[in-house]
């Protein structure tokens, strides 16, 4: 089926879209004398993803095709870099099998010059997507990064059958500026669901050294990041906590929309902290670089909006009752502290008693 020219799909759609930045990749084309592209799997604002044919271990792989773009800086080399770094890690290292693999990296020549492009295992879909399928009113909008978990396939039949639909049925397409922009075609329900993999690193950082970096989605960042205070690995912690209270419940615990600006501030952000969790300890205030901005040497709230009616997790859960709600509440106490040291460590959480029930 030919689309009409005038007519968008896929990344023209995207509000920064140029196509000079996008490899032109075709169905049928091979990288390297050995990645034979066999479909679209999806596209992003950095990249497109690609299911390809390894001819020379004869299975599939997903091809992450990157963009040319100064906006990504040190981005896709980051992202190697922390994949390098995991794969010195022993193999029987119990978090090994929750992150996905890097099975190669290459170049590839387009017309304005080299993409960079990585092959992974492929993967099922997201977090995200599964949960929409099954309860769609159940997770909340454009924030969750439950999109950057995806489920792994052990059933590799549906790879095979993906192929086969291309062959059969190809995927609508338009024909632009002498390149083919192709539809995203979905893979199907495997009969068997791998375990959740965490992709997507290419914000990462090492984490034997303190930082000072603005990082994580706005609504899920840390309160030291916010502040400006040195941070490590327990703001993922916090993030956890954030995504899992969306995902669980429905709704955004945090928005940080700002009364004034009607958009994302950090005096917003802050505010609804305080509503749900009281002030700040002082000790963390004195180690921030921002905390003048929007707090009294006393600790008083002076950022210049009204805080929000304090409440509790207790009176804005809505699904659980009883013996649940207890634990689940719990759980996200265990995260969702304004002192980093206060937080659970990993290994802990897993321990929780809830979690524990959730198997």
Avoid at 22 to 39: C, K
Avoid at 105 to 129: K, T
Avoid at 224 to 231: C, D, G, I, N
Wanted: net charge negative.
């Amino acid at each position: 089926m030919r689309i009409p020219p005038d007519h968008k799909v896929e990344e023209e759609t995207l509000p920064d879209y140029l196509p000079v930045r996008y490899y032109p990749v075709r169905i049928g084309e091979v990288f390297i004398d050995r990645y034979q592209v066999v479909g679209k799997l999806g596209f992003g604002a950095s990249s497109t993803v690609w299911l390809a044919h390894d001819l020379r271990q004869h299975r599939h792989v997903a091809l992450k095709v990157f963009i040319r773009s100064q906006a990504l800086g040190d981005r896709v080399e980051n992202e190697i870099a922390m994949f390098k770094r995991m794969e010195q890690r022993a193999s029987s290292h119990p978090g090994r099998s929750a992150v996905r693999t890097l099975l190669d990296s290459f170049r590839v020549a387009g017309p304005q010059g080299d993409h960079l492009v990585l092959a992974h295992p492929p993967l099922w879909q997201s977090v995200e997507g599964a949960i929409c399928r099954s309860s769609p009113r159940r997770l909340p909008g454009s924030d969750i990064k439950a999109d950057n978990i995806m489920f792994g396939v052990t059933d590799v039949s549906v790879f095979a059958e993906f192929e086969e639909e291309e062959i059969q049925k190809p995927c609508p397409r338009k024909e632009v500026e002498a390149r083919t922009i192709y539809t995203s075609r979905a893979i199907k329900s495997p009969g068997q669901i791998g375990p959740p993999v965490l992709c997507d690193f290419g914000s990462a950082v090492f984490g034997d050294s303190d930082h000072l970096e603005c990082v994580q989605p706005n609504v899920y960042r840390a309160p030291e990041v916010t502040l400006r205070a040195s941070w490590d690995y327990k703001i993922d912690i916090w993030n956890v906590g954030c995504m899992a209270w969306d995902m669980y419940e429905g709704n955004q615990l945090f928005h940080g929309i700002d009364p004034e600006h009607h958009a994302y501030r950090r005096r917003a952000h802050l505010a609804e902290i305080i509503a749900l969790l009281g002030p700040p300890p002082k000790d963390l205030l004195a180690r921030s670089h921002l905390a003048s901005k929007f707090f009294s040497d006393e600790g008083t709230f002076t950022a210049g909006i009204d805080l929000p009616a304090a409440t509790s997790l207790e009176e804005i859960e809505t699904q659980l009752t009883s013996h649940e709600k207890t634990l689940f509440l719990e759980f996200m106490r265990k995260m969702l502290q304004w002192a980093p040291e206060r937080r659970s460590t990993a290994g802990e959480l897993f321990q929780d008693a809830w979690l524990q029930e959730q198997k």
